[in-house]
């Protein structure tokens, strides 16, 4: 996170802009509602205003929480999950169903061949649909396919998936 302070002027005390970009840091370490921490934000002040007498840290620092809270919103950011890639061997008589429950973990199927040890299926699967994965593959391959995961990269949760999460349906 960048925090840019350009206030001239005095419009906001030199002593309450640390209270601004703690808030702003707090906003940003939970994110807009879900609780995960948002990252690549820039937020720049560029004004404010002050009371002499009823202006305080602590109330800085909520307004700026809530105004960076309130201005990601409106931006409209964008919610990653890490994805995996997922590397399994499996023997060919297997690898039909295999697929099948890779898809419907919303995997994306990056190669497939075959090999001495057996099918080589490579994919890229939400992290948040790998969960209990080791007692599927087994039931699935009669306990004879291996399989190996790394995070790969982060991608976009699918709308309807965010919307639940906003929603706490997950």
């Not at 960048?2 to 005095?10: K, P, R």
Request: glycine share 12%; with cysteine; charged share 20%.
């Amino acid at each position: 996170m960048v925090f840019d302070n350009q206030i001239t002027g005095g419009a906001v005390p030199t002593d309450y802009i640390p209270a601004v970009e703690a808030g702003v840091r707090a906003a940003i370490s939970t994110g807009t509602g879900h609780g995960w921490p948002m990252s690549g934000a820039r937020v720049r002040l560029v004004d404010g205003a002050f009371h002499p007498n009823d202006s305080s840290t602590a109330a800085f620092e909520r307004v700026a929480r809530e105004a960076t809270v309130d201005a990601f919103v409106k931006a409209g950011v964008t919610l990653l999950e890490p994805c995996m890639r997922v590397e399994i061997t499996t023997p060919a008589d297997h690898v039909g169903p295999v697929i099948g429950d890779l898809n419907a973990r919303r995997g994306v199927i990056v190669s497939s061949e075959a090999g001495k040890a057996g099918q080589a299926i490579v994919a890229h699967v939400p992290l948040a649909e790998m969960f209990g994965y080791v007692g599927v593959l087994r039931s699935l391959s009669r306990g004879r396919a291996t399989f190996s995961m790394v995070l790969d990269h982060y991608a976009e949760v699918p709308r309807t998936l965010a919307n639940g999460l906003r929603e706490g349906r997950e």
